[in-house]
């Protein structure tokens, strides 16, 4: 049995955004989020200026593993998310924006907000009621309060609620 690791997330909301958006051009690009596939681990490493172990991340029992890319770009990964259904919500454990994606010189606005939707978008659909939960750093605990709606339930514990979950997804999944 693997040992699972609990991190506390330091992921930035940069923007909410339609999809993704073109920092320079401000183009928005149609995204979609899939399961990683073990294909897809020979270019997430550490070499590469990914931040976490995804390979570790991937193979533990009770985490899905999901990728963002652009519709009809799908060996480009933007970020990833890693989470655990609970019976009653569903739990973030894990979520990293690609290296270009970060920092001053990023190429793609909203990827943080995009992979947190997807999480509440797939609680409603497991039955959670669009309820997410994540470890957050506790400077960053304002800032998700801010950017996602989510509740400060006490330590280092966010919730997102139905009401909260439901604004995010009509932002980024259009019926």
């Known amino acids: ?14 923007k909410l ?8 051009t401000k183009d928005s690009f149609p995204t979609e ?4 596939t073990k294909n897809d681990l020979k270019t997430i ?6 931040a976490f172990n995804w390979k570790a991340e991937f193979t533990l029992n009770d985490r ?9 770009n799908p060996t480009i990964i933007q970020g990833l998310v890693s989470l655990t259904i609970k019976p009653d919500h569903v739990f973030l454990n894990l979520l990293e924006s690609a290296p270009f994606n970060i920092g001053q010189n990023k190429v793609y606005a909203g990827v943080p907000g995009n992979l947190v939707a997807f999480a509440c978008k ?3 659909g ?3 009621d669009g309820f997410v939960s994540f470890q957050a750093k506790t400077k960053l605990i304002d800032h998700y309060v801010k950017t996602l709606g989510a509740l400060h339930a006490g330590g280092h514990l966010m919730v997102i609620d139905a ?12 019926s």
């Open 1 to 14: 049995m693997n040992k699972s690791t609990e991190y506390l997330q330091d992921f930035e909301v940069d």
């Open 17 to 24: 955004t339609n999809s993704l958006e073109n920092r320079i």
């Open 33 to 36: 989020i899939t399961f990683l």
């Open 45 to 50: 490493t550490k070499k590469n200026g990914w």
């Open 64 to 72: 899905e593993v999901y990728k963002l890319t652009i519709v009809n």
């Open 122 to 124: 797939l609680s409603f």
């Open 126 to 128: 497991r039955g959670g």
């Open 163 to 174: 009401l909260a979950a439901q604004k995010l997804i009509d932002k980024y999944f259009k």
